[in-house]
C-alpha cells in the first residue's frame, strides 16, 4: 500500500498484513497502525503525514 501524496510520501509504499475487518468504517477502505501509516512517509516527514489522519492510496 503506498499514499499517493508525492510530497509527503514514498514512491516505494508499505508491505502490511490485513488482520480484521471493520464493518463500522465506512469511509476509510484500511486502517492502519502509527508505524505504518508513517512507513508511507519519506525520510523526514513521517510527522507531518500521521497529522493527515486519512490519504489517497493504491494497493494490489
Not at 501524496?5 to 465506512?26: E, F, I, R
Request: charged share 25%; hydrophobic share 35%.
Amino acid at each position: 500500500i503506498r499514499c499517493k501524496n508525492p510530497t509527503l510520501c514514498s514512491s516505494g509504499g508499505v508491505k502490511v498484513v490485513l488482520t480484521d475487518q471493520n464493518a463500522d468504517n465506512k469511509t476509510t477502505d484500511w486502517v492502519l497502525s502509527s508505524k505504518a501509516f508513517m512507513a508511507m512517509s519519506r525520510p523526514g516527514r513521517s510527522l507531518e503525514l500521521r497529522k493527515l489522519h486519512t490519504v489517497d492510496v493504491e494497493y494490489k
